[in-house]
């Protein structure tokens, strides 16, 4: 029978107690090997266990028939821990190196084992991180974009092969001669609209004065990126402005590298065909229908790939091809620092903003240091709806339409107010003609929307809550404030949340009373259009933790105002990118760390927030919230970022967190 002395000489083992190390004993298997036997092969079906070497040795090859090790451990240490921790099929075969004694530990023993002591999890993680170094794909990725970034200078070719690295759980199927329609489909849909003829990317904070008079001329229109702004300076080179230089660096080049990836296999097929000079001549003199259908029908791509590529790259999907074919990949990205580091900068052009719009709104009320003002960085609708006196007013009308023109999208919404909120998007559509109106009639009734013109990207509704009428959602409509005013951002991105927290601090200070951040997350548990609450936040770029005051929304509040999916409380991982993440790295913080899911500004928020406590420029007392909405759970197959949400799963979830942080805020205000 094994002692539990065995556990003795192998770190982190010996952090158990006594007690633990049986529990992982009653279910242990000793095994004696020969040399050369093997241990498990790199294509065993059942791997859910790993092993202690107590005696002897083992020999690692690559592959079952390979002629020598890649690797030799010796006793006493460990091996297998990927397979159980991270859901890794073996991927080496493991030999005994000589006369070899070893103990199997199931993994289900295993994973108690660190939720329950944290002491063997974190010293479990350390290794991993330190010794293990699993994320050295990622470091190596950022290392060499930023070292060109430093030099100013990139071509895109040679950021692949750590890009690939990466193994990026967004882009699953990089690496497989397939076309990633998912993938390709995502960074299409967030790059300018004629990327495929595009050569040169200049990416800078600071836009030229030459260009600001002709910008809206010269912008580059893109399907999804509304906020990220790119501007064609002279045929095949772009300008883009970059909102912080870090996260915005690392999203925009990420997607890049999708682009190149994915249209490199469009490519190949396409070049392994007699269509290069046909695609020339349709691209400079276009063509008839016949020569379209002909073209067509000789496609190096299957039925579905066609649909994909044309559903992809629009009415003029053959001269895109033929752009693909030229372009070869050939981007060259260059990097701008700011040049007069004494102008104004976006942030505290957007401050000046800021100031103005609360003096121009509230006049001698701005300045008054007794008024209470509250920041909720969410977006820029439906804190708006909920408190809009017309919307609520034209309930009836906005209905009826909806129920005659979309009612498609109104099944599925059990509470009326989400039905309205869900009409009334797609009503301002339909009717442009009212909006001066309604926005005339809503700035009277205390709700001011202000643009932004300072190229942050960042508008914003001012709310007099003073002014505000009775008449709101119907969870909201039993509360009168009487005094305050409401800062509702739009959301901020990435680094650039932090920038913007401090210069609302700086010209806010202690009148803040509450600060509000709700977003978009993904989830490491549950499904989408759930709620996350993290009670910690942490930055995966430092791994720094940062926890989160104790006044912040609880799961019953919003269970109260009837929200219909799971509320899952833990830590909240802040990630520099959405295509930076693979299935280790979030599967390593969702058993090591307790992560209940990821996004890309809360840690950047929440250090402002403290050390603005620390130095005096809030109060202590200010209330925190920060909220989440799960918009895709990237460990299940088919619900990554990739695919939509749908209607049913995200308003829900918004209008139920926007109503739960609404509540605090005109509670707390009538108490004042």
């Known amino acids: 029978m094994l002692s539990n002395t065995i556990f003795d000489n192998i770190p982190p083992f010996d952090f158990l107690s006594a007690a633990e190390r049986g529990r992982l004993l009653l279910h242990a298997k000793t ?80 994973r108690a084992a660190v939720q329950t002591n944290h002491s063997f999890g974190s010293a479990f993680a350390f290794n991993l991180l330190n010794k293990q170094r699993i994320f050295h794909g990622y470091e190596v990725f950022m290392n060499l974009l930023f070292s060109k970034v430093a030099q100013g200078y990139l071509s895109l070719d040679e950021l692949i ?33 004629d990327i495929t003829r595009l050569s040169t990317l200049l990416l800078t904070e600071d836009f030229a004065d030459m260009y600001r008079g002709i910008q809206n001329e010269i912008r580059l229109p893109s399907k999804r990126s509304s906020k990220r702004k790119f501007f064609e300076i002279m045929p095949g080179k772009c300008t883009v402005q970059l909102r912080d230089r870090k996260t915005d660096i690392i999203d925009l080049v990420t997607k890049l590298c999708i682009y190149s990836v994915e249209t490199r296999k469009i490519r190949k097929r396409l070049e392994s065909t007699e269509l290069g000079a046909r695609l020339a001549d349709w691209w400079r003199h276009g063509g008839d229908a016949n020569t379209a259908r002909e073209l067509t029908s000789a496609m190096p791509f299957n039925a579905d790939e066609l649909q994909k590529i044309q559903e992809l790259f629009g ?10 074919i ?25 401050g000046i903003q800021l100031r103005a719009a609360i003096e121009d709104f509230l006049g001698a009320e701005a300045n008054n240091p007794e008024l209470e003002i509250h920041i909720i960085s969410s977006n820029n609708h439906s804190v708006h709806n909920c408190l809009s006196p017309w919307l609520h007013q034209n309930t009836e009308e906005i209905m009826r339409w909806g129920r005659e023109n979309v009612p498609n999208l109104l099944a599925g919404l059990d509470k009326p107010a989400d039905q309205l909120y869900t009409a009334y998007r797609h009503w301002r559509m339909a009717h442009p003609e009212r909006l001066a109106d309604i926005a005339a009639a809503e700035r009277a009734s205390g709700i001011y929307p202000v643009l932004d013109s300072s190229s942050a990207g960042i508008n914003l ?70 709620i996350l609450l993290p009670h910690h936040l942490i930055d995966q770029q430092t791994d720094e933790v940062y926890p989160l005051p104790q006044n912040g929304l609880s799961a019953p509040e919003l269970e109260a105002l009837g929200f219909p999916h799971e509320i899952h409380s833990g830590v909240l991982l802040t990630v520099p990118g959405t295509s930076m993440q693979n299935s280790l790295m979030l599967r390593y913080y969702r058993v090591f760390r307790g992560a209940i899911g990821m996004e890309m500004e809360g840690s950047f928020y929440l250090r402002e927030i403290i050390r603005g406590q620390m130095e005096g420029i809030l109060p202590a007392d200010m209330a925190v919230n920060f909220i989440y909405y799960t918009s895709d759970t990237p460990l299940n197959p088919n619900e990554s970022l990739t695919a939509k949400m749908t209607i049913p799963e995200g308003v829900p979830a918004v209008y139920s967190i926007t109503r739960a942080i609404l509540g605090r805020v005109l509670t707390a205000t009538r108490d004042s």
């Not at 921790?85 to 991927?91: A, G, I, Y």
């Not at 060259?332 to 102008?343: I, K």
Request: glycine content about 8%; aromatic content about 10%; hydrophobic content about 40%.
């Open 461 to 530: 509704n001012l709310i007099d809550l003073a002014r505000l009428s009775a008449e709101r959602d119907p969870d909201l409509a039993q509360v009168q404030p009487q005094r305050g005013l409401i800062v509702n951002i739009d959301y901020a991105y990435g680094l650039q949340a932090r920038s913007i927290t401090q210069m609302i601090l700086l010209i806010l200070g202690k009148r803040i009373r509450s600060f509000s951040v709700f977003g978009k997350a993904g989830a490491l548990t549950g499904k989408r259009g759930d």
């Open 161 to 193: 092969p750590g890009y690939l690295g990466l193994n990026s759980i967004l882009h699953e199927h990089a690496r497989q001669p397939e076309i990633d329609f998912g993938a390709l489909g995502y960074a299409l849909s967030r790059l300018p609209n």
């Open 315 to 324: 009415e003029t999907w053959l001269k895109k091809l033929y752009e693909t």
């Open 31 to 110: 095994i004696s090997l020969k040399d050369a036997e093997i241990v498990c092969c790199e294509d065993d079906l059942e791997y859910d266990h790993m092993y202690l070497i107590l005696e002897g040795g083992i020999a690692v090859y690559n592959e079952k028939g390979a002629a020598h090790p890649i690797q030799h451990h010796s006793s006493p240490t460990y091996f297998g821990e990927m397979s159980l921790f991270f859901n890794q099929p073996r991927s080496a075969t493991v030999r005994a190196s000589g006369n070899t004694k070893c103990v199997q530990l199931t993994g289900d023993d295993i």
């Open 326 to 350: 030229t372009q070869h990949n050939n981007l060259t990205l260059y990097f701008q620092s700011a040049v007069n580091r004494y102008m104004a900068t976006a942030w505290e052009n957007w």
